[in-house]
């Protein structure tokens, strides 16, 4: 198998999903360009219209409009967020610092999903919550004035993080959070600087202040790394050929999965081309690679948490045994993703297997062959149709399409790209 070409992913998902939030902030219109247009993001566009603002359509390479008010809007009915964790407990952020009372809701997979993880944080400051199902959806939240507020994250979370500082930005209080080990991804924080907010990184404590103002904006998405990553491991795993994956934003906080694959033998050639909004975008250019084995920390893990699933199939091909540690976050993801990555690795031919919170994955050469069940996780279904592309391969998943979450097309991104 060969790789061969130069391509673009998808906008950044966590940076889209951002832009539109605030940008349904402002008072007066700003426009997005290269907005994903996956239907976690449609889920944020759709939610923020019944809130108020005014989004156009997304749709590919159309620049996209967002009319906001400068707050948000009491919505008539249930806010339905699909599939999106990130819309969720993003917008709970923001609804936590307006005075009336909404109910979100979702899909079966994201009603599952833990969100006493914000909720907890947001009540302290003075939300009050109403859930109608356990730990998770729907839930009903009544905001107003807010306090100010220090929180410790049980977890390392980009998520929590962002929710809380928003709920900082739309009730004008000023709130730190600390996360317990490494850090995660920091768009909100740049974002927020970019408006004039002081946001500040103080020996593990993020610390914000209303310092700044929403503004009507012009934003370039960046490509996303998350979505590059499905490629990156496509090329480390051909035979040969070269592969040009354009316009990536290269965040720090968003490639640790580089490092990871550097550790592995992977050389990619990373080249500059811009900054947009604080964030840093590169072309990757990458080539095959002979991979060897290693270990993933937990330090490692807030920066790389969705590339676990394709790391895991690219050290499945390693010679050795990797192990990523303490990657239990992995089991409230959009499926019990820890589970799912090693029982497809075993029912496709690998040896792998989940010990306590740490996957252990060993290296091997037969070419791989089984059935998938991904229980409609993108990245799981991604993660395993590159693997299928291998010599010999017969891997059959039984749900591609749910990789529309992330990544619109991209079976047909892997069939202009491969060549055998």
């Keep these: 198998m060969m790789v061969q070409g130069a391509v673009r992913v998808p906008g950044d ?39 108020g603002a ?42 936590a610092g307006h005075r009336f009372t909404a109910t979100l809701t979702g899909d079966r997979s994201l009603r599952r999903r833990p969100m006493r993880r914000v909720t907890l944080p947001l009540t302290r400051m003075g939300a009050r919550f109403t859930e109608h199902g356990g730990d998770g959806l729907p839930l009903t939240i009544r905001g107003g004035a807010l306090h100010p507020i220090e929180y410790r ?25 600390h996360e317990p080990a490494g850090r995660s991804r920091d768009h909100t924080e740049r974002m927020l600087r970019a408006f004039g907010y002081e946001v500040k990184d103080d020996d593990g404590w993020i610390r914000f202040a209303p310092t700044g103002r929403v503004v009507p904006f012009d934003l370039q998405v960046p490509g996303d790394p998350s979505s590059a990553a499905f490629l990156v491991g496509l090329a480390a795993l051909a035979d040969g050929g070269e592969l040009c994956i354009a316009g990536v934003g290269v965040n720090p906080t968003r490639v640790g999965f580089l490092d990871v694959l550097r550790r592995m033998g992977v050389a990619p050639i990373i080249e500059p081309a811009g900054d947009e909004f604080g964030e840093p975008v590169a072309d990757i250019v990458m080539r095959p690679a ?6 993933v920390h937990a330090a490692d893990i807030p920066g790389l948490i969705d590339e676990i699933p394709i790391l895991a199939v690219v050290a499945s091909r390693a010679h050795g045994a990797t192990v990523f540690r303490d990657v239990g976050e ?6 019990d993703r820890l589970g799912l990555i090693a029982s497809n690795l075993r029912a496709t031919g690998a040896a792998a297997e989940v010990r306590g919170d740490d996957l252990w994955v060993e290296g091997g050469a037969a070419p791989p062959r089984g059935a998938v069940r991904t229980a409609g996780d993108h990245r799981l279904a991604m993660a ?22 992330s990544f619109p097309n991209f079976p047909a991104t892997l069939r202009r790209v491969v060549r055998r």
């Design 13 to 51: 998902k966590s940076i889209t999903h951002r832009a539109l939030l605030l940008a349904a902030m402002a008072r007066g219109t700003s426009h997005v360009g290269g907005a994903l247009t996956s239907l976690d993001a449609r889920s944020s566009a759709r939610v923020l219209r019944r809130l």
């Design 54 to 95: 005014g989004i156009s359509p997304l749709a590919s390479e159309r620049l996209v409009t967002v009319r906001g008010q400068g707050r948000l809007r009491a919505p008539e009915a249930r806010l339905d967020c699909g599939n999106s964790g990130t819309t969720t407990r993003l917008l709970l952020g923001l609804l």
């Design 153 to 177: 994250m049980p977890v390392s979370s980009a998520q929590i993080k962002s929710s809380v500082m928003l709920a900082g930005l739309a009730g004008g209080v000023p709130v730190a959070v």
């Design 290 to 295: 002979e991979l060897r084995a290693t270990e």
């Design 330 to 335: 992995l089991r409230v993801k959009e499926s």
């Design 384 to 405: 395993f149709a590159v693997l299928g592309q291998l010599p010999g391969a017969r891997v059959r998943i039984d749900d591609l399409a749910c990789a529309a979450v």
